[in-house]
């Protein structure tokens, strides 16, 4: 039998904390990104607050966490971001191509590669200092030849910038790059004074090669699913009308927080084989160190969201506690008390999750680590008085698969 939710909210933590820590699909690896929350907070909500057919929407979809936990459990998975980073990497996990299609646009496009015909002199010097003229030169036929609005071709593309940059290990190289300090980029002159301090050589890696390797890990479908969709979008302003009227069942998503992260800039090598600029992205991005500014862009965001959200649906936001100055600042609280309570929100609670501070991307900064705490707060919101549903506990023990799932 269920328990019912509504008198032990603040004890949910203990339902996705009791999952094992690599649970989950393997395709939510696909590529790292900053401030991803796992993989099982959002399945149970998923699993509690929705049925199968009904939609799921993240407005801030990041490396698509959410719109892929729904396409896993038969729901409908939608992402936005202004990030075009998030926005290929969320098409990646809605839009799945066989593996049958993607080993046969692989197989196409070895066999139309011809090194001579490919020129890298003109490539900047931050990227030259990363990758052997041979890998180099794969890359960027295959960054001239796929099609990010082509759903076999995005899937390439996401799976190609997971493994830009990654850590060496003793069995041989999981990127294409140097050994980079981290799984994501560090500044370029950082990266280069690492790149002499260590002697580190360029590897002759075959890209066509790594990315079969890769693929045979990803556990994908025999038949393409296409379970939901992502788009580029700011998500202060209104929301594309065909998703105004499917009125997803669940919103859950993780805004920014106050000025912690540049997305861009600790991706620049992700964006330049997008063909976009650290600079130019993270001018697109809310990043604020003001509480006022930020309070202002959860008001829009809240009120767009509002006009979304099925009216027996709920909206569930995932904010950090912020650290200003000597004290950490609740911010989920802020932004309860000065803006969805005036927009006529019902709160269910706001549910306080300790994060092990091992697991936190900002550990690598140690005593310098930003603005970022080991607390997240879960905003539990609805836009009417509803009773929660009572709890079920999830049967971690069961593994999602696309064979389970109907396109």
């Not at 401030?35 to 009904?54: C, R, S, V």
């Not at 900047?124 to 960027?140: E, F, H």
């Amino acid at each position: 039998m269920g328990v019912s939710a509504s008198y032990q909210i603040q004890d949910l933590p203990l339902q996705w904390r009791s999952a094992p820590r690599r649970w989950g699909h393997p395709l939510h690896s696909l590529c790292s990104y900053f401030a991803m929350f796992p993989p099982q907070l959002a399945h149970f909500f998923i699993d509690w607050l929705t049925q199968p057919g009904e939609s799921v929407y993240d407005p801030f979809s990041g490396r698509g966490t959410v719109a892929l936990e729904a396409v896993l459990q038969g729901r409908r998975g939608y992402g936005s971001d202004a990030n075009p980073l998030a926005v290929v990497l969320s098409h990646a996990k809605t839009r799945v191509p066989s593996k049958r299609a993607l080993l046969k646009r692989l197989a196409d496009l070895e066999d139309g590669y011809s090194p001579r015909t490919v020129s890298i002199a003109n490539e900047p010097a931050n990227i030259t200092m990363l990758y052997s003229d041979k890998t180099l030169r794969q890359l960027v036929w295959l960054r001239e030849q796929l099609d990010r609005t082509n759903d076999t071709d995005c899937f390439w593309i996401a799976t190609i910038l997971g493994m830009l940059h990654a850590n060496h290990n003793k069995l041989g190289p999981r990127g294409f790059s140097i050994s980079m300090p981290n799984t994501f980029a560090m500044a370029p002159g950082y990266v280069a004074k690492y790149i002499k301090e260590h002697g580190l050589v360029r590897p002759e890696v075959d890209v066509f090669a790594m990315l079969r390797t890769r693929l045979e890990r990803l556990e994908l479908p025999t038949a393409k699913r296409e379970g939901g969709k992502s788009w580029v979008h700011d998500a202060t302003t209104a929301a594309p009308a065909w998703l105004v009227q499917r009125r997803p069942k669940l919103i859950f998503t993780s805004p920014p927080y106050l000025q912690v992260i540049k997305y861009g800039k600790y991706n620049w090598v992700r964006l330049w084989f997008l063909g976009e600029t650290s600079s130019d992205v993270d001018k697109r991005l809310m990043a604020s160190a003001s509480l006022t500014r930020y309070l202002d862009f959860m008001k829009s965001v809240a009120a767009n969201l509002k006009q979304v959200v099925a009216e027996d649906g709920y909206v569930c936001f995932v904010i950090g506690d912020v650290r200003r100055g000597d004290d950490d600042l609740n911010l989920a609280q802020a932004v309860w008390d000065e803006v969805l309570q005036d927009q006529g929100w019902h709160l269910h609670g706001i549910i306080a999750d300790e994060i092990p501070q091992d697991r936190k991307v900002s550990r690598i900064w140690k005593n310098n680590s930003g603005r970022a705490t080991k607390v997240d707060r879960l905003l539990l919101l609805s836009p009417t008085p509803q009773k929660l549903p009572d709890v079920v506990p999830p049967a971690w023990e069961q593994k999602l698969s696309f064979a389970n799932t109907r396109s």
